[in-house]
C-alpha cells in the first residue's frame, strides 16, 4: 500500500504562486510514477503534470506547461507542484496519485493510489 497526503492548497489571486506538497509513505521500494490531477466543480478529474518513477521524466498538460513544474524530493518522498502564474481557471481540487507504471500515464484509471485532495482557488 501507498499513501498520499495533499497539502498546501488555498486561496490566491491572478498571478500569484503556490506549492503543492504530496507526502508519500508506505511501499515506496517499487519505482513510483507520480501524477497530480485536477478537479473543478462539475467537471471531470484531468491530468495536470506527471514525473516518472526515475525522476528523469516529466510531462504536463497544455494547459499548465511552462507555469507548472512538478518535482520530488527523494530523501523525504515528497512530491512537489510549483505553480506560478495562476488563472481562476486553474480553481480545481488538486490530488495527488500514484502508479508503478514505468511510464507516466494520463488517465486516471491508470493510478492505484490517491490522496485527499487539497482546494486551489484562484481569484481575480
Known amino acids: 500500500q501507498v499513501q498520499l497526503v495533499e497539502s498546501g492548497g488555498g486561496l490566491v489571486r491572478t498571478g500569484d504562486s503556490l506549492r503543492l506538497s504530496c507526502a508519500v509513505s508506505?511501499?515506496?521500494?517499487?519505482?513510483?510514477?507520480m501524477g497530480w490531477f485536477r478537479q473543478a466543480p462539475g467537471d471531470q478529474r484531468v491530468f495536470v503534470a506527471g514525473?516518472?518513477?526515475?525522476?528523469?521524466?516529466?510531462y504536463y498538460a497544455d494547459s499548465v506547461k511552462g507555469r507548472f513544474s512538478i518535482s520530488r524530493d527523494n530523501d523525504s518522498g515528497t512530491v512537489y507542484l510549483q505553480m506560478n502564474s495562476l488563472k481562476s481557471e486553474d480553481t480545481a481540487v488538486y490530488y495527488c496519485?500514484?502508479?508503478?507504471?514505468?511510464?507516466?500515464?494520463?488517465?486516471?484509471?491508470?493510478?492505484?493510489?490517491w490522496g485527499q485532495g487539497t482546494q486551489v482557488t484562484v481569484s481575480n
Open positions: 508506505g511501499r515506496t521500494l517499487n519505482p513510483i510514477t
Open positions: 496519485a500514484a502508479t508503478f507504471s514505468l511510464e507516466i500515464p494520463l488517465h486516471t484509471s491508470a493510478y492505484s493510489y
Open positions: 514525473l516518472s518513477y526515475s525522476g528523469g521524466m516529466t
